[in-house]
């Protein structure tokens, strides 16, 4: 009876003690880190990142008290991403909210996506545009709590191909109450 058990156990156990070994855990990654959000090089531009199209959306109320030209107001915004040259405008913004002539007035900044990506996805990524250009602003100069984010994700989203999708990407940058 022993004999029969150690005859069951045996190939039982070496199928055990045969397998294939463990798979070695993933490598740490090498090289740098990702830092914070950086925008591409000008060779390296995603589609929809032309500086031709306005993406960041200045209400005319704000452009015209700040002195913004409608060139001005026209330059990319890619991903979540707020490239160097885009400071030029948004320190402009800063300035005339501290100390021109909309000084002590409240800045709405409403982000928004295209709706190509899921609903819930759409509404963070619209929030993390508007929290970026209010970042750069506050670096800029504005006080933090004279600039309200929010996120309107895909819901006034109209485009239909990579042309009209990349408008549905932006910051719309409005007076607040």
Request: charged share 30%; glycine share 10%; aromatic share 2%.
């Amino acid at each position: 009876m022993k004999r029969g058990i150690a005859t069951l156990l045996l190939p039982s156990l070496l199928a055990l003690g045969c397998g294939s070994d463990p798979k070695p855990p993933p490598a740490a990654p090498s090289g740098e880190t990702e830092g914070p959000a950086v925008a591409p090089a000008a060779d390296t531009q995603k589609p929809g990142d032309d500086p031709n199209q306005a993406n960041i959306n200045i209400s005319d109320e704000i452009r015209k008290a700040c002195g913004i030209t409608d060139t001005d107001a026209h330059f990319a915004f890619d991903s979540a991403n707020v490239r160097a040259q885009d400071r030029k405008v948004l320190g402009q913004l800063a300035k005339c909210f501290t100390t021109g002539p909309l000084k002590g007035r409240q800045m709405r900044l409403v982000g928004h996506a295209d709706p190509r990506g899921e609903p819930e996805y759409n509404m963070v990524l619209g929030g993390r545009r508007a929290d970026n250009v209010k970042r750069v602003i506050v670096e800029e100069g504005m006080n933090d709590e004279k600039a309200a984010t929010t996120s309107r994700g895909e819901m006034d989203a109209t485009g239909t191909d990579e042309e009209t999708w990349s408008r549905d990407r932006r910051v719309d940058i409005v007076l607040g109450d």
